[in-house]
T-cell receptor, first 110, second 115 residues
Framework: RKEVEQDPGPFNVPEGATVAFNCTYS??????FFWYRQDCRKEPKLLMS???SGNEDGRFTAQLNRASQYISLLIRDSKLSDSATYLC???????????FGSGTKLNVKP | EAGVAQSPRYKIIEKRQSVAFWCNPI?????LYWYQQILGQGPKLLIQ????????DSQLPKDRFSAERLKGVDSTLKIQPAKLEDSAVYLC?????????????FGPGTRLTVT
């Protein structure tokens, strides 16, 4: 079983739509959680960390459900510039190890 | 603050040749990672260093891949001999080691094509 699993998509949505991605992780000892964004032929860049209480950054909201071992990312009012692959990342603090999902591709269309 | 530096950005070699990649992490970041990312997949960890020591190299194909971080700062990753399936982007990342969430910062990557 993979450490981190994501729906690869693609999610094709119109501008202005709300879209949500989920990600599940297998190790209950995981301690830190992140969403990274990766544009085509670019390196991954941190979008946001995911905190237990949930957190919001503008149009982006991240949630963590430890009991069910999943993380979500909600994007409101989608922009064309949101088109990218979104990587779910889980960290094992004791070893500072990061596990990446395979990514969910988002296409926002005019 | 300078980001993670990698070179070269692109490399084309023939199978059975050797190649080396270089990475300089963000100043002060003790942990350095090398990832392999094949098109359509997430990054796969090859090796992780803490200062100049190896923390995890369980997914490094040691018969052909090697990496070092001799002075605990910059690092090199070598492939010898290369195979067609090594065609991928090789990403270097670094993170600070301390309390709190450990965010990683990536370099621009080296795109390797093996023909």
């Amino acid at each position: 079983r993979k450490e981190v699993e994501q729906d690869p998509g693609p999610f094709n949505v119109p501008e202005g739509a709300t879209v949500a991605f989920n990600c599940t992780y297998s190790n209950s000892a995981s301690q830190s959680f992140f969403w990274y964004r990766q544009d085509c032929r670019k390196e991954p860049k941190l979008l946001m960390s995911v905190y237990s209480s949930g957190n919001e950054d503008g149009r982006f909201t991240a949630q963590l459900n430890r009991a069910s071992q999943y993380i979500s990312l909600l994007i409101r009012d989608s922009k064309l510039s949101d088109s990218a692959t979104y990587l779910c990342v889980v960290n094992m603090k004791n070893f500072n190890k990061f596990y990446f999902g395979s990514g969910t591709k988002l296409n926002v269309k005019p | 603050e300078a980001g993670v530096a990698q070179s070269p950005r692109y490399k084309i070699i023939e199978k059975r040749q050797s190649v080396a990649f270089w990475c300089n992490p963000i100043s002060g970041h003790a942990t350095l990672y090398w990832y392999q990312q094949i098109l359509g997949q997430g990054p796969k960890l090859l090796i992780q260093f803490q200062n100049n020591g190896v923390v995890d190299d369980s997914q490094l194909p040691k018969d052909r891949f090697s990496a070092e971080r001799l002075k605990g700062v910059d690092s090199t990753l070598k492939i010898q001999p290369a195979k067609l399936e090594d065609s991928a982007v090789y990403l270097c990342a670094s993170s600070w080691t301390g309390t709190g969430a450990y965010e990683q910062y990536f370099g621009p990557g080296t795109r390797l094509t093996v023909t």
